[in-house]
């Protein structure tokens, strides 16, 4: 195996940590650091001279993401967060009483919450038991009733890493007249994706995580023909045709997804993104891919050998960048919390550690990592 694909050179956080929790806040790659510091400099000595440029290139910041997941500028809205996109889909579809929302019950908050209000106009939310089976297209194919609008699910699940196959969902969902709708937060940044081959209509995420991106920064993807399907839920001075004019109050919405970006928009989150995006480009987004599952290859099969518990399911088409485990009789915060002390960082809860490598680790941090755990159980360390 090559080197990794993202130089390690590039990620200060290697000099002193092995930093492997990227589905909780990824890190800062150093030429991000040094464009925002440009933006920050260039505020702070002119003002509105220093931000006008980067606001006339939020059309250019649109088109480089909307280019790494195969999509179009004018499908693209950015945004705060993956809850801002999701409520943007849940309040603009025009739900009637009997309608259907297919969810299933292990999803993060940020795509279930957005979701809720719309019983309050009579549709009904419907969760999958993920304990009992994936929601594989089999399984989708045998759920959805004539009454389903939206099949909403996570590209990557967050807990136990379980990739859902979207071209498959989509295929489905369309062919009994629903929308897929997708949190793409876990898997964007890690494995490459094409909305318009995969199908998704709808598409949010943020930059916190694999996108190597600030917080306060999201995204939203709307299939061109679906905009105009969509009420503006949170509609702002950004929302019309011409945000210029700022006197015509009863203009018409801007024909693109910049409507839903609503006010002022976050532009050096959405510098932090562009920058992000650059350097996934360069470096191969395939490659990323390749790079991160041989991480987790190498870390389940370092785990199994330990004796761990580990819920993750791994194969063809499932595997990410997220594996999580547990050690028998061990307590997971005890144990994640002594990883931490000993500069190995992932995400621990009383179901258990929770590990996410990227495109810049090494196989030798993950066998750290497995060193420092082998460690700690036996008492050596």
């Given at each position: 195996m090559?080197?990794?694909?993202?130089?390690?050179?590039d990620?200060?956080?290697t000099?002193?940590?092995?930093?492997?929790?990227?589905?909780?806040?990824?890190?800062?790659?150093?030429?991000?650091?040094?464009?925002?510091?440009?933006?920050?400099?260039?505020?702070?000595?002119?003002?509105?001279?220093?931000?006008?440029?980067?606001?006339?290139?939020m059309?250019?910041?649109?088109?480089?993401?909307?280019?790494?997941?195969?999509?179009?500028?004018?499908?693209?809205?950015?945004?705060?967060s993956?809850?801002?996109?999701a409520?943007?889909?849940?309040?603009?579809?025009?739900?009637?009483?009997?309608?259907?929302?297919?969810?299933?019950?292990?999803?993060?908050?940020?795509?279930?919450?957005?979701?809720?209000?719309i019983r309050?106009?009579?549709?009904?939310?419907?969760?999958?038991?993920?304990?009992?089976?994936?929601?594989?297209?089999?399984?989708?194919?045998?759920?959805?009733?004539?009454?389903?609008?939206v099949v909403?699910?996570?590209?990557?699940?967050?807990?136990?890493?379980?990739?859902?196959?979207?071209?498959?969902?989509a295929?489905?969902?369309?062919?009994?007249?629903?929308?897929?709708?997708?949190?793409?937060?876990?898997?964007l940044?890690?494995?490459?994706?094409?909305?318009r081959?995969?199908?998704?209509d709808?598409?949010?995420g943020?930059?916190?995580k694999?996108?190597?991106?600030?917080?306060?920064?999201?995204?939203?993807?709307v299939?061109?023909d679906?905009?105009d399907?969509?009420?503006?839920?949170?509609?702002?001075?950004?929302?019309?045709?011409?945000?210029?004019?700022?006197?015509?109050?009863?203009?018409?919405?801007?024909?693109?997804?910049?409507?839903?970006?609503g006010g002022?928009?976050?532009?050096?989150?959405?510098?932090?993104?562009?920058?992000?995006?650059?350097?996934?480009?360069?470096?191969?987004?395939?490659?990323?891919?390749?790079?991160v599952?041989?991480?987790?290859?190498?870390?389940h099969e370092?785990?199994?050998?330990?004796?761990?518990?580990?819920?993750?399911?791994?194969?063809?088409?499932?595997?990410?960048?997220?594996v999580?485990f547990r050690m028998?009789?061990r307590?997971?915060?005890?144990l994640?919390?002594?990883?931490?002390?000993?500069?190995?960082?992932?995400?621990?809860?009383?179901?258990?550690?929770?590990?996410?490598?990227?495109?810049y680790?090494?196989?030798?941090?993950i066998d750290t990592?497995l060193?420092?755990?082998?460690?700690?159980?036996k008492?050596?360390?």
């Open positions: 090559t080197g990794p694909p993202l130089p390690r050179d990620f200060g956080v000099t002193t940590l092995v930093y492997l929790n990227h589905a909780a806040v990824g890190v800062l790659p150093r030429p991000s650091v040094v464009a925002l510091q440009a933006f920050l400099e260039a505020q702070a000595s002119g003002g509105v001279l220093g931000t006008a440029p980067y606001e006339m290139r059309p250019e910041y649109r088109e480089r993401l909307a280019r790494y997941i195969g999509a179009s500028g004018e499908e693209i809205a950015l945004l705060r993956t809850s801002e996109g409520s943007a889909i849940a309040g603009g579809i025009d739900w009637k009483p009997g309608d259907e929302l297919i969810l299933c019950d292990n999803e993060f908050p940020s795509n279930v919450i957005p979701w809720l209000p309050e106009r009579g549709a009904h939310v419907r969760f999958l038991d993920a304990s009992r089976e994936r929601l594989t297209p089999a399984v989708l194919e045998k759920t959805i009733g004539e009454r389903t609008r909403a699910v996570s590209w990557v699940s967050y807990h136990d890493g379980y990739r859902h196959d979207l071209a498959g969902l295929e489905v969902a369309h062919r009994h007249g629903a929308w897929l709708c997708v949190d793409a937060i876990q898997g940044g890690a494995f490459p994706l094409d909305v081959a995969a199908g998704v709808a598409l949010y943020a930059g916190a694999w996108m190597l991106a600030l917080q306060g920064a999201g995204f939203l993807y299939r061109e679906l905009i399907r969509l009420t503006v839920a949170s509609p702002g001075w950004r929302s019309v045709a011409d945000m210029w004019d700022f006197h015509a109050y009863e203009q018409p919405w801007s024909p693109h997804a910049l409507r839903y970006e002022t928009p976050n532009f050096i989150g959405a510098l932090s993104l562009e920058r992000a995006v650059d350097l996934f480009e360069r470096c191969g987004p395939d490659r990323i891919a390749a790079h599952l041989a991480l987790t290859d190498r870390l370092g785990l199994l050998r330990a004796g761990a518990e580990v819920p993750t399911q791994r194969g063809a088409g499932i595997s990410s960048g997220i999580t028998p009789g307590d997971s915060v005890e994640g919390r002594a990883m931490q002390r000993e500069g190995i960082v992932t995400t621990w809860r009383p179901s258990g550690i929770r590990v996410a490598p990227h495109g680790n090494s196989l030798d941090e990592a060193d420092v755990l082998g460690g700690l159980v008492g050596t360390r």
